[in-house]
């Protein structure tokens, strides 16, 4: 049986990396009690998947974790048992059941939301500045950046891959971009080209930047994009 969690991740234990999350959580099931599924074969591991590695430094509220159990009785119950072996920072909020067909969460991820806030008296401008800044970046017909790999580095136009972004009351900037596999868009890397572009004051240390969710696409090429919230895919 496949079980989707969404969790989040602030705090001190923003950096802390991926590979140990995922040893964390397995020792946290085996505490809860949770009936995980292992694979077989002479090196048995259990059956989890993360849907996106989070950077260092970076906090969520909207992670998640596929798994296989062999069987659960109460997924509330399950919930707060899990949350009992949780450290400060790492919260669990939901467990939802997956029918057997569908995919895993890594394998469909099309686009995230980031929210970006600046360290006290860091902000790059004022907010009526960075409003401004901001609605000039995005109705530039394209973005152009070089883009850099392990084995190499191209040029880009990464506007279509910013679906909105905007200046939020409270003086963060919220962003959905695409996320996946196939095409990945790194929250630093549109704040560095939005400083870049708009003469913006450019301070990595300044920014504090936080996943809120994972989306899938649902959409084809007669309805357009159509993004679904990893966790709606669960009941």
Same mark, same amino acid.
């Given at each position: 049986?496949?079980?989707?969690?969404?969790?989040?991740?602030?705090?001190?234990?923003?950096?802390?990396?991926?590979?140990?999350?995922?040893?964390?959580?397995?020792?946290?099931?085996?505490?809860?009690?949770?009936?995980?599924? =292992?694979?077989? /074969?002479?090196?048995?591991?259990?059956?989890?998947?993360? %849907?996106?590695? +989070?950077?260092?430094?970076? @906090? *969520?509220?909207?992670?998640?974790?596929?798994?296989?159990?062999?069987?659960?009785?109460?997924?509330?119950?399950?919930?707060?048992?899990?949350?009992?072996?949780?450290?400060?920072?790492?919260?669990?909020?939901?467990?939802?059941?997956?029918?057997?067909?569908?995919?895993?969460?890594?394998?469909?991820?099309?686009?995230?939301? =980031?929210?970006? /806030?600046?360290?006290?008296?860091?902000?790059?401008?004022? %907010?009526?500045? +960075?409003?401004?800044?901001? @609605? *000039?970046?995005?109705?530039?017909?394209?973005?152009?950046?070089?883009?850099?790999?392990?084995?190499?580095?191209?040029?880009?136009?990464?506007?279509?891959?910013?679906?909105?972004?905007?200046?939020?009351?409270?003086?963060?900037?919220?962003?959905?971009?695409?996320?996946?596999?196939?095409?990945?868009?790194?929250?630093?890397?549109?704040?560095?080209?939005?400083?870049?572009?708009?003469?913006?004051?450019?301070?990595?240390?300044?920014?504090?930047?936080?996943?809120?969710?994972?989306?899938?696409?649902?959409?084809?090429?007669?309805?357009?994009?159509?993004?679904?919230?990893?966790?709606?895919?669960?009941?």
């Amino acid at each position: 049986m496949k079980l989707r969690m969404r969790f989040g991740k602030e705090g001190i234990v923003k950096f802390i990396g991926h590979l140990d999350i995922m040893r964390y959580f397995q020792k946290a099931f085996r505490r809860a009690n949770v009936d995980i599924t =292992y694979s077989q /074969g002479y090196h048995p591991h259990p059956c989890l998947s993360f %849907a996106s590695p +989070l950077g260092v430094g970076l @906090e *969520s509220r909207g992670e998640y974790l596929d798994m296989e159990v062999n069987s659960f009785d109460d997924l509330e119950a399950m919930k707060n048992a899990v949350n009992a072996q949780m450290v400060e920072g790492i919260v669990v909020y939901s467990i939802r059941h997956l029918p057997d067909q569908a995919k895993n969460a890594m394998s469909i991820i099309a686009a995230a939301d =980031y929210e970006v /806030g600046f360290r006290e008296e860091m902000a790059p401008c004022e %907010a009526k500045q +960075l409003k401004a800044a901001v @609605e *000039s970046f995005m109705s530039r017909p394209e973005i152009r950046v070089i883009k850099k790999t392990k084995k190499s580095e191209r040029e880009i136009d990464i506007r279509p891959l910013i679906y909105k972004m905007v200046v939020e009351e409270n003086g963060k900037i919220f962003m959905q971009v695409a996320a996946g596999s196939a095409t990945n868009l790194k929250p630093e890397l549109v704040m560095q080209t939005l400083c870049r572009l708009e003469n913006l004051e450019e301070n990595d240390y300044a920014w504090l930047v936080t996943r809120c969710d994972m989306y899938a696409d649902k959409g084809n090429e007669q309805t357009g994009r159509q993004l679904v919230s990893l966790e709606d895919f669960a009941e």
